[in-house]
């Protein structure tokens, strides 16, 4: 089963930026998407950013013009860089890969948007 490595998150101030990364160990065929999901504080996980491959992308409202998925084709790790980072932009992180025989979560990583 390939695994998926989370970078990226920790503690910023409101308006600031991140960049997350996920990188899977090892080779992934046949994808289908590759995005970004997260867990509020009693909340349960929803979608956040998502590419559809090979060229769509979706994107909730709530981080529309603020976060942009994209990816590395040669080495297939996936990015979300986050901008303009609100106070409700808390919460854990996970990157997802689907591929026709697979579906892989990363571990999260907590990003906290506090002054």
């Known amino acids: 089963q390939v695994q998926l490595v989370q970078s990226g998150g920790g503690l910023v101030q409101p308006g600031g930026s991140l960049r997350l990364s996920c990188t899977a160990s090892?080779?992934?065929?046949?994808?289908?998407?590759m995005g970004w999901y997260r867990q509020a504080p009693g909340k349960e996980r929803a979608s956040v950013a998502v590419?559809?491959?090979?060229?769509?992308?979706r994107y909730e409202e709530y981080v529309q013009g603020r976060f942009t998925v994209s990816r590395d084709n040669a080495k297939k790790p996936v990015y979300l860089p986050i901008n303009k980072l609100k106070p409700e932009d808390t919460a854990v992180y996970y990157c997802?890969?689907?591929?026709?025989?697979?579906?892989?979560w990363g571990n999260g990583t907590l990003v906290t948007v506090s002054s």
């Open positions: 997802n890969i689907r591929a026709v025989d697979m579906d892989s």
């Open positions: 090892g080779s992934i065929v046949d994808i289908v998407t």
């Open positions: 590419l559809i491959l090979p060229e769509r992308t």
